[in-house]
């Protein structure tokens, strides 16, 4: 039964595969041979363009095929047998052909791969036999190279910096380089966002280019590939104190602070008097790293005589040392003066000075020189009392009273005058004019 079954077989094969040119004169019509109307194709079969991983459909419209039979081959790399009609010639399960009608037929390929990429042909063995071409393209998306692409890097400052990444895909994936951070790329270039190539070169880097740089790969077909690669550049520390020198009263509380760059990062401490202080009630001591930054911190406590002293900020990596020096001094404490309160409706007692001899001030003259005319003007009155009588000399010793007294008192601008008598203010015309300090 099987060499019957390959007899048959190859009955129906013979007119196929081998050329026809050969085989014209061996071909064997099906029955219709010499009649009006000969298979033919309507329109060609198309060419297929689909990512890996897909299901491609080749597709080919015969008509008047009457008893000839359809065939799907692979044309290359060479010539394979896959299908004759409905029945899969080839061990492969992925392949099936489905007829629609006598007329449509197509072949299904479920889970393309790379390998399943070439040219396809449909044809029927009539007489002469035809056939059409159809080319099967196979997108496969960009993957990265693990083993021919850069990881993580170290290097010191200065050095020169070289990042390969590799990529497969099909077509041909574009590499693009960028930082994670998003800032430009130290190329030469300037505002270089994106460089493009396999290849990302930095002659002399600096701290400013450490960071995460992403490789991408990318070709059109989805998803595209990325990788991260860290570069970590080293470099010594470095220390900067924006204030050198704190003053603070006993029993306050100081802070101080130091600004440090280094790579790796460094190891920190706080020194006074060649001691190290450690964290403690009397001590508070805070380190805040960002990236190659580090801010040491340091407050002390209820400050005493033996806290004024010089510090140190130091900073030590396996590429050297640094250190920052920090002075705290004393500064008195201030008490504040008491404040007279506004609540008292008590009202101090006042003080006038009432013009005298002795008190009597004059713009432009001394103290002895207003004595001296103050002595005249009373002998001057005590003339004119006796020539006046008992009337005058009660008169004269009224104003003379008021002159030195100061008996009527006004106000003006809560400040008060003496008011002069008649007589006196005559003398105080002679003499200049008289003021008199009054005051709350």
């Not at 910096?161 to 300037?190: M, Q």
């Not at 077909?221 to 900067?240: A, C, D, E, G, H």
């Not at 009660?394 to 007589?423: A, H, R």
């Amino acid at each position: 039964m099987t060499i019957v079954l390959k007899v048959i077989l190859c009955f129906f094969l013979i007119p196929i595969i081998i050329p026809s040119s050969t085989v014209n004169a061996k071909r064997l019509n099906s029955g219709i041979h010499g009649t009006k109307h000969h298979p033919k194709f309507i329109g060609s079969v198309e060419n297929i363009t689909i990512p890996i991983g897909k299901e491609a459909t080749l597709t080919c419209n015969v008509e008047n095929l009457g008893n000839h039979r359809v065939a799907w081959l692979r044309a290359d790399p060479e010539v394979t047998l896959l299908t004759l009609e409905t029945s899969i010639i080839v061990k492969d399960n992925r392949l099936r052909v489905t007829n629609d009608i006598n007329k449509l037929w197509s072949l299904h390929i479920k889970n393309v791969t790379e390998n399943d990429r070439g040219t396809y042909m449909c044809e029927v063995n009539s007489e002469p036999m035809i056939s059409r071409k159809a080319y099967l393209d196979i997108l496969v998306p960009p993957s990265i190279v693990d083993n021919e692409t850069s990881s993580d890097t170290v290097l010191d400052e200065r050095s020169k910096l070289s990042l390969h990444c590799k990529a497969n895909g099909y077509p041909t994936p574009v590499i693009i380089w960028r930082r994670e951070d998003g800032k430009n790329l130290s190329t030469g270039f300037i505002g270089a966002s994106k460089v493009e190539g396999e290849y990302l070169n930095i002659s002399q880097v600096t701290r400013d280019d450490m960071g995460a740089y992403l490789c991408i790969a990318s070709n059109g077909v989805l998803p595209s590939r990325s990788k991260r690669i860290f570069v970590q550049v080293n470099f010594p520390p470095k220390i900067r104190a924006g204030q050198l020198s704190f003053g603070a009263a006993k029993g306050s509380h100081v802070d101080l602070q130091c600004e440090v760059e280094a790579s790796p990062k460094p190891m920190t401490s706080w020194i006074r008097k060649d001691q190290m202080l450690f964290a403690s009630k009397k001590y508070k001591i805070e380190e805040i790293v960002n990236f190659y930054n580090v801010t040491m911190k340091l407050r002390i406590n209820d400050l005493e005589e033996k806290d004024f002293a010089a510090y140190k900020c130091v900073a030590k990596n396996t590429l050297g040392e640094r250190e920052g020096r920090l002075r705290v001094y004393e500064i008195p404490s201030t008490t504040p003066f008491p404040v007279r309160s506004t609540s008292s409706t008590h009202k101090p007692s006042r003080k006038v000075f009432t013009a005298s001899t002795a008190t009597i001030f004059s713009p432009g003259n001394n103290r002895k020189d207003e004595k001296v005319k103050s002595n005249s003007m009373r002998e001057m009155a005590q003339k004119r009392e006796s020539l006046n009588g008992n009337n005058v000399n009660k008169k004269s010793n009224y104003d003379q009273t008021n002159v030195f007294s100061g008996s009527n008192e006004i106000k003006s601008s809560g400040v008060m005058i003496k008011q002069l008598g008649y007589n006196g203010l005559k003398i105080l015309t002679m003499a200049g004019f008289i003021t008199v300090f009054t005051w709350w």
